[in-house]
């Protein structure tokens, strides 16, 4: 039998977001659908990793 493994099968997208209350930017890998929580700049990334990455780069995010 031939199974595909959940790593190819999965096409989540992970957002940089903010929280506008307490202004901390966190990942999440669901779109924000309240208008508390942005997405900041181009904060979509294809990994984790990467929005890790993306996170310490963003302006907003740095300040705090």
């Given amino acids: 039998a031939f199974t ?31 208008t508390t929580t942005t997405v900041v700049d181009n904060g979509t990334f294809k990994t984790r990793t990467e929005a890790e990455t993306g996170m310490k780069t963003i302006k907003v995010c740095s300040e705090n």
């Fill in 4 to 34: 595909v493994t959940s790593a190819f099968a999965q096409t989540t997208e992970f957002y940089v977001v903010r929280d506008a209350t307490t202004k901390k930017c966190t990942i999440v890998d669901k779109k924000p659908t309240t």
